[in-house]
């Protein structure tokens, strides 16, 4: 864990908490309308309802109801009482998305959602070894999705209005993500693995699985083409530390991907610090809990306040950025009753770099537009707020092409922006 000590440059104090008054210049028809990006989407907590439920009826697997509102009463609700009633839909999920018709089906649909509510740059992460057995290797997983997204790139990039550069493109990326940890019941191929080691240490497991994951990753852009662009670490934070991934990021590293890590959203600063120093995190998958040294867990440090007030003023110096989503938050977090509890407003206070996500569209039943809707209320963000929080989601992306084309195209999204802004509001600064 890092070090404390005097000496750090001193964040700004919070303001006195106001009331927030919704602002009556942001409308809906103009959050719909703006390019948009979505840098944090889990693929198997996105699926559309009647997708799942025609999956799950040709595979002949098992649902809590063959309907789309017996599964918001029973399984995808609006509100879940913790992380693991929130975590139960991801079984039927990806017990659904078991073969590369349904992955690359699924991934395309993704897309397809994404581009109707004005979503131009869609990062999808997913865990390829829960869908990994016989016949369907980690490769042959992640070209699948590939497919679907790449297909629904092609089809969106035809239309008149982005030929001619009146739009910008849509573009996207595939994130994949190692588990914290895992058993064997995950998946086939994390039976197998337990299976052929019956005498590892679990965490040689995990590190032996997002090894090879990081390994199958590269190969899967490298050799293949298909456009990976990041590597994640997922799953349960408390008593799996970063730092036993070691080993897989560094490889990712190496061969200059990028990563993003879970890391702050059920654990406390320490585990953020652990992603940017071992991992070498680009961007932190929610960050929530980064600058609330109350949720220090680690005994060794002495001066809470010091450690995050350096922590945060590192990762803002750096502009590492935190990817936040505020429904999957409120709906996994039983300490939070409502976004005016969330730290979103002190991140922003202290101008962290932050972008809004989603993090399951189907999972926590939202959309990009309506997350900004939240984020608009709850912080009563003006225009120029609205606006950095989402080029910063384009500027931070992991984009495929070269640092000269993404200048390129973060520069037509601005301009877009700003027309498209300026036709829903008074003249736009």
């Known amino acids: 864990m890092g070090g404390s000590g005097a000496g750090a440059v001193c964040f700004a104090p919070l303001p006195t908490p106001v009331a927030v008054v919704p602002s009556q210049k942001i409308s809906d028809a103009l959050l719909a309308a703006l390019p948009k990006t979505d840098l944090h989407v889990h693929l198997d907590g996105s699926l559309r309802l009647p997708t799942l439920i025609e999956l799950a009826r040709e595979h002949s697997l098992q649902l809590p109801s063959f309907t789309e509102g017996g599964l918001r009463e029973t399984v995808f609700k609006d509100r879940y009482a913790n992380l693991g009633e929130y975590l139960t839909g991801f079984a039927h999920t990806v017990s659904a998305l078991q073969t590369a018709d349904a992955l690359e089906r699924v991934a395309f649909e993704l897309a397809e959602d994404n581009q109707a509510e004005g979503v131009r740059s869609l990062e999808v992460r997913f865990a390829p070894q829960l869908h990994v057995h016989p016949g369907l290797d980690v490769v042959k997983v992640i070209a699948a999705v590939d497919r679907g997204l790449r297909?629904?790139?092609?089809?969106?990039?035809?239309?008149?209005?982005?030929v001619s550069g009146e739009e910008p493109p849509f573009e996207y990326g595939i994130i994949c993500c190692a588990m914290r940890m895992f058993t064997g019941g995950f998946s086939q191929y994390y039976g197998t693995l337990f299976a052929a080691h019956p005498y590892a240490r679990?965490?040689?497991?995990?590190?032996?699985?997002?090894?090879?994951?990081?390994?199958?990753?590269?190969?899967?852009?490298?050799?293949?083409?298909?456009?990976?662009?990041?590597?994640?670490?997922?799953?349960?934070?408390?008593?799996?530390?970063?730092?036993?991934?070691?080993?897989?990021?560094?490889?990712?590293?190496?061969?200059?991907?990028?990563?993003?890590v879970h890391a702050g959203e059920a654990y406390g600063p320490e585990s953020i610090f652990q992603a940017i120093t071992d991992l070498h995190a680009d961007r932190i998958g929610h960050g929530t809990y980064l600058l609330e040294a109350s949720a220090i867990r680690d005994p060794d440090i002495q001066d809470r306040e010091a450690y995050v007030e350096r922590l945060g003023n590192f990762i803002a110096d750096q502009r590492i950025t935190l990817e936040i989503c505020l429904t999957s938050n409120l709906q996994t977090n039983p300490h939070m009753k409502s976004l005016d509890d969330h730290t979103l407003r002190h991140l922003r206070a202290q101008r962290l770099s932050t972008t809004i996500c989603t993090d399951n569209r189907l999972v926590s039943n939202t959309t990009m537009t309506r997350e900004l809707r939240l984020a608009v209320d709850?912080?009563?963000?003006?225009?120029?707020?609205?606006?950095?929080?989402?080029?910063?989601?384009?500027?931070?992306?992991?984009?495929?092409?070269?640092y000269l084309q993404k200048r390129q195209y973060v520069r037509q999204v601005i301009d877009y922006y700003d027309r498209v802004a300026a036709q829903h509001t008074a003249p736009f600064r």
């Open 202 to 260: 679990r965490k040689e497991l995990y590190a032996m699985a997002s090894v090879e994951l990081a390994r199958a990753a590269v190969a899967a852009r490298d050799e293949h083409g298909l456009q990976v662009v990041g590597f994640d670490l997922a799953g349960e934070e408390a008593g799996y530390p970063a730092g036993d991934h070691r080993e897989a990021f560094d490889h990712a590293h190496r061969n200059f991907l990028k990563k993003t």
């Open 378 to 402: 709850s912080l009563g963000l003006e225009l120029h707020d609205l606006k950095s929080i989402i080029i910063y989601g384009f500027k931070r992306s992991f984009f495929p092409g070269n």
């Open 151 to 162: 297909s629904a790139r092609d089809a969106f990039n035809r239309r008149p209005a982005v």
